[in-house]
């Protein structure tokens, strides 16, 4: 569904440059796609233009693009720009495509290793440590802390892992479920990974691109700051950020000036650093903020780059260690009573 809105836009964009009326361009369109949904919400959009409606309009109604799209398809229409504003949408979801590409190149590799290591644990778990269970229970040997423990995960494994081990799974996999994908509960695993090195910094680098490239690119197209950070708000997909964002929309609609917005939100500096915030703030008071918004999303946007291979490279090494730390754990388990055994043989 994504990839077709996507193809929808940059189609229409091309299709609409090319000097093409706005129907005969959704017609051609809707015959390559392939979803049902796809096809029925341009239907819809055509019926609507036929009836006179304006393109924003009908794009607003079939809730296919965010907020801050539709805004701009609005100011493109209505000044004539609509093909240009179209290519400005294409390059911000390039963007945020870019972003989610990064992250996951970045992680792509140490979930791979903490993946294949939680298999395997939970391989030996289930299969081996029962029956070294049963081999070690056998010896008349003061075993160490550490094999009695594996021993007695092994018993309970050896007879209730069938209901233990798939329990677990279905709690992990709910729990990150509710943590990092739930759209009511995300905000807990947003907080949580804020706090941490590097994913924090790399979060704070995408809004801050994100916020750069829209806010310049809607001030620069005509949009009030109000409306632009409204259609921001729908944007973003931080709940941190959007708090943020929802107050200096209400306070900009007050009448207050930016430097006044950000010093009476508490963790503003968190969220933007110090020398971004004054150079809104100087760009404001010299009437240069559309400028400046955009150069603070180039910024930034090279700056994603090297976060996400410092994220790769901090990661690696702590999954090393975790997994060196568990095969360590299960050989002293194994290896300290047979050397015990050895030595009771010996005398």
Do not use: C
Not at 2 to 29: F, H, P, Q, R, W
Not at 32 to 50: G, H, P, Q, V, Y
Not at 250 to 263: E, H, I, P, W, Y
């Amino acid at each position: 569904m994504t990839n077709e809105k996507d193809y929808l836009i940059e189609n229409l964009s091309m299709l609409l440059s090319s000097g093409m009326d706005v129907i005969s361009a959704l017609s051609a369109i809707k015959a390559e796609m392939r979803s049902k949904k796809m096809i029925a919400t341009i239907d819809s959009m055509i019926k609507s233009l036929e009836g006179g409606s304006p393109i924003w309009k009908a794009l607003e109604a079939s809730k296919l693009l965010p907020e801050y799209i539709i805004a701009l398809v609005r100011v493109g229409e209505e000044t004539g720009k609509l093909p240009e504003n179209l290519k400005v949408i294409i390059i911000q979801q390039q963007k945020d495509n870019e972003f989610k590409s990064k992250i996951k190149s970045a992680v792509m590799y140490p979930l791979f290793v903490f993946s294949l290591t939680f298999v395997v644990g939970i391989g030996i778990a289930w299969f081996i440590l029962p029956r070294l269970a049963l081999v070690f229970s056998q010896l008349r040997l003061k075993l160490p802390l550490i094999t009695q423990v594996l021993i007695s995960i092994g018993l309970f494994l050896g007879q209730y892992g069938i209901i233990v081990i798939p329990s677990l799974l279905l709690a992990f996999f709910g729990l990150i479920y509710l943590i990092f994908i739930n759209k009511k509960t995300r905000f807990i695993g947003e907080n949580i990974l804020f706090k941490l090195p590097v994913f924090g910094e790399l979060i704070r680098e995408i809004e801050i691109s994100r916020m750069g490239f829209l806010l310049g690119t809607l001030l620069s197209s005509g949009i009030p700051v109000i409306d632009s950070f409204s259609s921001l708000v729908s944007a973003t997909t931080s709940n941190i950020y959007k708090k943020l964002y929802l107050h200096m929309q209400d306070m900009v609609a007050k009448g207050n000036s930016f430097q006044k917005s950000l010093s009476l939100y508490k963790d503003s500096r968190k969220l933007i650093p110090i020398p971004i915030q004054q150079l809104i703030i100087t760009s404001e008071q010299s009437g240069n903020l559309p400028e400046t918004f955009l150069k603070i999303g180039q910024n930034f946007e090279s700056k994603i780059e090297d976060t996400t291979k410092n994220l790769s490279v901090m990661l690696e090494p702590i999954l090393l260690i975790i997994v060196w730390l568990g095969v360590l754990a299960v050989a002293l388990a194994v290896i300290l009573p047979i050397y015990s055994l050895i030595g009771g043989l010996n005398k």
